[in-house]
């Protein structure tokens, strides 16, 4: 006989998988908050997730470099 299947709920919303991945950017997840986590977020959420999280951060840099840029050139 086969052995039963485990089915895994996944509760948490897509926004509530935008802070975790948020705050494991920066490195700063408790273990507790991680294990909780790692049992309930979709894992295609955490996936959309991360490419919109990395997305804004490579922008965020870009738009910090091109004002740091134009700074410098126009005060000199």
Same mark, same amino acid.
């Given at each position: 006989m086969n052995a039963p299947?485990?089915?895994?709920?996944r509760k948490?919303? +897509?926004f509530q998988t935008?802070?975790?991945v948020?705050? /494991?950017? +920066?490195?700063v997840r408790k273990k507790s908050d991680y294990? /909780?986590?790692a049992?309930?977020?979709n894992p295609v959420h955490v996936v959309i997730a991360g490419i919109i999280a990395a997305a804004l951060l490579v922008t965020t840099l870009?738009?910090?470099v091109r004002i740091v840029l134009s700074?410098?050139?126009g005060g000199v």
């Open positions: 299947e485990r089915v895994v709920k948490l919303s +897509f935008m802070k975790a948020f705050w /494991s950017f +920066f490195g294990e /909780s986590d049992a309930q977020l870009v738009v910090i700074q410098a050139v």
